[in-house]
């Protein structure tokens, strides 16, 4: 993989997020922020959780930035009430 497109797919991670007491997760990529989003999510549905999931995909084709990617990612943690950072 180049250098452009290990930029593309990685963005601005490492992404960590939480939820309850014990749910944790790092992610590291957006095929991972992906995998999180749709296995592990408290959250199912919602405006935010389908842009997420709309923007990674995009990510992890090379489409868009992994900015926008994690972006997303956080937005969609705060509409779920999701601590990530």
Known sequence: MDLAAQFLSRGA???KSRWGTARRNTS???TQVLDCLLNRWP????MYFEA????C???IRRIIAGEDARDGFISAAIDAHVLAY
């Open 13 to 15: 991670f490492p992404c």
């Open 28 to 30: 590291r990529n957006s």
């Open 43 to 46: 959250t199912g549905s919602g």
């Open 52 to 55: 997420a999931r709309t923007k």
């Open 57 to 59: 995909d995009g990510a």
